[in-house]
């Protein structure tokens, strides 16, 4: 661990030294001085002291650069581990990074694909269109005439994202061994999550791939497009593409100007969505405006396919259960999906749990379906799942995240938007595809697969032990999680005691050595023993309010 932060000792000084300066405005912004409130600003002028902690934390991740930001867009996704406030906050993070020069970036495509620029493009805009946390795009024609995007990464951010990641990774182990608090927060498993997800987006190949995987999944439907990938021009580091040529989704008034029906282009936009989630198990799970654009003919394009999502079989089920349930206003069926898909704690009010979520599908089931705000439903679904202790599994997360998104996205284009009718067609979609026979076989080779291994190794394991009955080697071990701690406490206990009463012996004896009629000996031992008191009532104390967390 140390080894580590010696290597990074500039950056870990930077890293305290802005975290410490934001979370220094909780106490020193209520101080009433004029000269230190104007003193406490952010890296963009803000006054910390008037901001609310969420704002601060967005504020102090963006100043920590690349890493850190892609840690809060992908904390923003987690509202059940941070909470709706702070993950509200964190969705507004975006990086806009300065772009390197012409020259880096020609080297950089030189070094990866093995030729020149000019060899590989007819023309090649040295203008970046735009500058994000990983790479920027740059426009470029084929010599074939055909204009196309390339996407370039920043040089050295790989190195800089390993010595942030390994940065993050000696906070995340710290915080999780010593920090209450913030165990509740899985800083270790959700940084590896983190870790995972941001390495896999380094490497451009992996969007190639999205790529080439949604256009497979969508070739045969005419109102959706993604953009066509030039592999021979593509690398780790460089992604060469189709460029789209239409009007953004953040551009809604050249939306409207287009003429064409913005509610059908939503809708369109939508059932692509669903398409991605209950077809195909696979989806792009960032729906924002910029990632969207209306083609001629109300086409939707679909651009960034670096953050995606995968749902297994066992998984895309219980999504289907529980998005449905919802729709459905069915109480009991929606507490069974929370419990079977969420990591419960062992402590779990159940019966308080299942009498909140019914108050929550008493509140949404007395609206008729055209009122029914699914967004808002998946909002205050995830505030109940964060408040009973429940995590659930980062896809699962992120997809409930993407259908708030999707939803919200929607309005912006047509206020009368409503996903939850869009959705509603699906169910027959689902029983067909729950009991189709495809399906149905795959259980079964399952199942055969699972009771056949079973019956292999089944005879073996009995055989093994009864031969160590026989032979008296058999064992049981019993482990208790705190058991050490247990007899830790015990044993100061004791040693507490035991200094105590042998202190008011000698001090009742007034043994020698003495100062003023008292002896220094008992004295000595009657303090060693009142500290010792007061670390064991405080480490005690200590467990009782981590339990109570």
């Known amino acids: ?78 509202a059940d581990l941070v909470g709706p406030n702070l993950a509200q906050e964190l969705s507004q993070l975006r990086s806009h990074t300065p772009p390197d020069s012409p020259d880096k970036i020609k080297a950089t495509i030189l070094a990866e694909l093995g030729t020149p620029v000019e060899s590989l493009f007819k023309e090649f805009d040295d203008k970046p269109l735009a500058s994000a946390s990983i790479g920027q795009v740059h426009e470029a024609t084929l010599f074939t005439g055909e204009r196309v995007v390339v996407k370039v990464q920043h040089d050295g951010i790989e190195n800089k994202i390993h010595g942030d990641l390994d940065i993050m990774g000696i906070l995340a182990d710290l915080a999780q061994k010593h920090v209450s608090y913030l165990r509740a927060y899985q800083p270790v498993p959700t940084l590896r999550e983190f870790r995972r997800t941001l390495l896999n987006e380094l490497d451009f190949s992996s969007e190639r791939r999205n790529l080439e995987e949604f256009a497979e999944n969508f070739a045969k439907d005419k109102n959706v497009h993604f953009p066509i990938v030039h592999g021979d021009l593509c690398s780790r580091r460089v992604l060469t593409m189709e460029m789209l040529v239409g009007v953004s989704g953040e551009n809604v008034p050249a939306m409207r100007a287009s003429g064409f029906n913005l509610n059908d282009f939503a809708q369109r936009g939508a059932n692509m969505y669903l398409d991605m989630i209950f077809r195909d198990g696979f989806y792009h799970a960032d729906p924002h405006p910029g990632n969207l654009m209306m083609l001629p003919g109300g086409v939707v394009g679909v651009l960034d396919c670096g953050m995606v999502g995968r749902l297994d079989e066992t998984m895309r089920q219980e999504v289907e259960s529980l998005l449905l349930s919802i729709i459905n206003k069915d109480a009991i069926e929606l507490t069974d999906s929370v419990m079977r898909l969420g990591q419960v704690p062992p ?73 939850a009718e869009l959705i509603e067609p699906y169910q027959l979609k689902v029983l067909k595809h729950k009991f189709s026979l495809d399906r149905i076989l795959r259980k079964l080779y399952r199942a055969y697969r699972d009771w056949d291994r079973l019956v292999d190794i089944l005879p073996r394991d009995v055989v093994e032990i009864l031969r160590r009955i026989r032979s008296g080697t058999f064992e049981t071990k019993h482990q208790h999680p705190r058991l ?66």
């Open 484 to 549: 050490e701690t247990t007899i830790h406490r015990l044993t100061l206990g004791l040693m507490t005691s035991a200094l105590f009463v042998g202190s008011s012996i000698i001090y009742s004896s007034k043994t020698e050595p003495q100062f003023g009629g008292v002896s220094i000996v008992g004295a000595i031992g009657y303090v060693l023993a009142l500290v010792l008191a007061y670390r064991l009532l405080r480490a005690i104390n200590k467990d009782e309010n981590s339990d109570k967390k």
């Open 1 to 78: 661990m140390f080894s580590r932060i010696d290597r990074n000792a500039k950056r870990v000084g930077e890293i305290i030294t802005i975290l410490g300066r934001y979370g220094l405005a909780d106490w020193l912004g209520g101080l009433n001085y004029e000269f230190i409130q104007g003193r406490l600003v952010s890296f963009d002028g803000e006054r910390l002291g008037q901001l609310t902690q969420e704002a601060r934390i967005r504020l102090a991740l963006t100043e920590l650069g690349t890493t850190f930001i892609k840690l809060g867009q992908m904390l923003s996704t987690r």
């Open 347 to 419: 402590d779990l009010d159940r019966d308080a749990l299942r009498a909140e979520i019914s108050n929550f599908v008493s509140e949404y089931g007395s609206r008729s379906l055209r009122d029914f705000n699914l967004s808002a439903a998946l909002k205050q679904m995830t505030d109940i799942v964060r408040r009973y202790h429940i995590l659930l599994p980062s896809t699962l997360a992120m997809m409930l995240k993407m259908f708030v998104m999707l939803e919200g996205t929607s309005r912006t284009l047509s206020p009368n938007f409503n996903l």
